[in-house]
């Protein structure tokens, strides 16, 4: 695949992620009752980093977890591979901020909401995702954002974590 135009280098994510903190923080009113989920695969070291970021800023740790939303999703079925969902944590009450690398039709988000509520009943579920591409097929709208980015459906967005792929960036395909 041959990539037609880089979105976002290394300090380009790295300032969404510290904003979308920043975010986090201001609608909160701070961090008290708040864990961050990161959707598999690359929304956990985004997940992680804001958790990170969060801590640092607020000066206590925010609970983080890992969340695999295979069983959930709608549109394929598991492979009857373990489900690799790590949650340490009791999300009853909490204020649970999902976070995801790209939202495109919503899918994702949907499954991950449903993972979350068998797990416990939060008082809040917000999402966060590092790019918005647009063509939502059901209604659901993040709350923090760190690229809006229009494309056309034949378009692939790509990000790229440091954790996974050994570099931070956004591409489009």
């Known amino acids: 695949m041959e990539t037609k135009r880089v979105i976002m280098d290394d300090k380009a994510v790295a300032r969404a992620i510290a904003r979308i903190s920043y975010e986090i923080i201001e609608?909160?009113?701070?961090?008290?009752?708040?864990?961050?989920?990161?959707?598999?695969?690359?929304?956990?070291?985004?997940?992680?980093?804001?958790?990170?970021?969060?801590?640092?800023?607020?000066k206590n740790t925010v609970p983080f977890g890992a969340l695999d939303i295979t069983p959930y999703r709608d549109d394929s079925k598991s492979d009857g591979e373990a489900e690799k969902t790590d949650i340490p944590f009791d999300i009853t009450d909490k204020n649970v901020v999902i976070v995801d690398d790209v939202i495109f039709t919503g899918r994702s988000s949907r499954a991950a909401i449903d993972a979350l509520i068998k797990r416990g009943r939060p008082r809040s579920i917000q999402l966060a995702v590092l790019v918005d591409r647009g063509h939502r097929e059901l209604p659901i709208r993040p709350d923090y954002v760190g690229k809006n980015l229009p494309t056309s459906h034949s378009e692939v967005v790509k990000v790229s974590a440091m954790e996974i792929d050994g570099s931070d960036g956004v591409a489009i395909y």
């Open 27 to 58: 609608h909160n009113k701070g961090t008290d009752d708040l864990c961050i989920v990161g959707i598999f695969s690359r929304g956990v070291p985004l997940g992680k980093r804001i958790a990170d970021k969060l801590s640092e800023l607020e």
